[in-house]
């Protein structure tokens, strides 16, 4: 079936630099598309979600991208901190529930974001 | 605090037992969604509840079911359970359907 992957099992950084996470995605009629994070012994913790009529949302610290033609959605983390050592998951929902019905996220496998001092 | 309470939060249990585990979402949140995350399958959406019916369902096993009960509360019924049932559950909520889950903290299930 239709999938949502991850490029990377684990991205190092060093504190202070900005951070791009990626994450490729197969199914075309996904129109809904979130970003969480997961420290360790913690449930996800919900950062940022883009629609699909949308190539740019930007959050506090955190900007999504999507491009669509090429299915890519990335994460990008300024300044990254100490705090944001977690793992990070891309997850997609082909469902627009403008006109009912619904579904599961189908997650990808997650990046392991390493902050190094 | 996310605001999603699942209970317990640490399980160990017998192959062939039967577990309930429960959630309790977010205060007005109607929607209620159950994810199993093990090591090799990562986050696997199980199945979805709004306001008490029943919406979607994932990769559930027939020998698990679920419920969502008048006060909005779920429990997720896992039977006859195998080794490879041991996993991370998490319940999430939301108050529109597919919108900005929250999940909670989850349950820890290991079978021996």
């Known amino acids: 079936g239709e999938s949502v992957g991850l490029h990377l099992p684990t991205l190092s950084v060093q504190e202070g630099d900005n951070s791009i996470i990626n994450c490729a995605y197969s199914?075309?009629?996904?129109?809904?598309f979130i970003w969480y994070k997961q420290e360790s012994g913690k449930g996800p913790q919900f950062i940022i979600d883009?629609?699909?009529?949308?190539d740019k949302r930007q959050g506090q610290r955190v900007t999504v991208l999507l491009n669509k033609t090429v299915k890519h959605l990335s994460l990008q983390i300024a300044a990254t901190q100490p705090g944001d050592s977690a793992v990070y998951f891309c997850?997609?929902?082909?469902?627009?529930?403008?006109?009912?019905?619904?579904?599961?996220?189908?997650f990808g496998k997650g990046t392991h974001l390493i902050i190094q001092p | 605090d996310s605001g999603v309470t699942q209970t317990p939060k640490h399980l160990i249990t017998a192959t062939g037992q039967r577990v309930t585990l429960r959630c309790s979402p977010r205060?007005?949140?109607?929607?209620v969604y159950w994810y199993q995350q093990s090591l090799d399958q990562g986050l696997q959406f199980l199945i979805q509840?709004?306001?008490?019916?029943?919406?979607a369902k994932g990769n559930i096993l027939e020998r698990f079911s679920a419920q969502q009960f008048p006060d909005l509360h779920s429990e997720l019924n896992l039977s006859s359970l195998e080794l490879g049932d041991s996993a991370l559950y998490f319940c999430?909520?939301?108050?529109?359907?597919?919108?900005?889950?929250?999940f909670g903290s989850g349950t820890r299930l290991t079978v021996v």
């Open positions: 205060s007005g949140d109607l929607s």
């Open positions: 999430a909520s939301s108050v529109v359907e597919g919108r900005g889950y929250t």
């Open positions: 883009i629609r699909s009529n949308m």
């Open positions: 997850a997609e929902n082909p469902q627009d529930y403008s006109g009912g019905g619904a579904d599961g996220l189908t």
């Open positions: 509840y709004y306001n008490g019916e029943e919406r």
């Open positions: 199914n075309s009629a996904s129109d809904y």
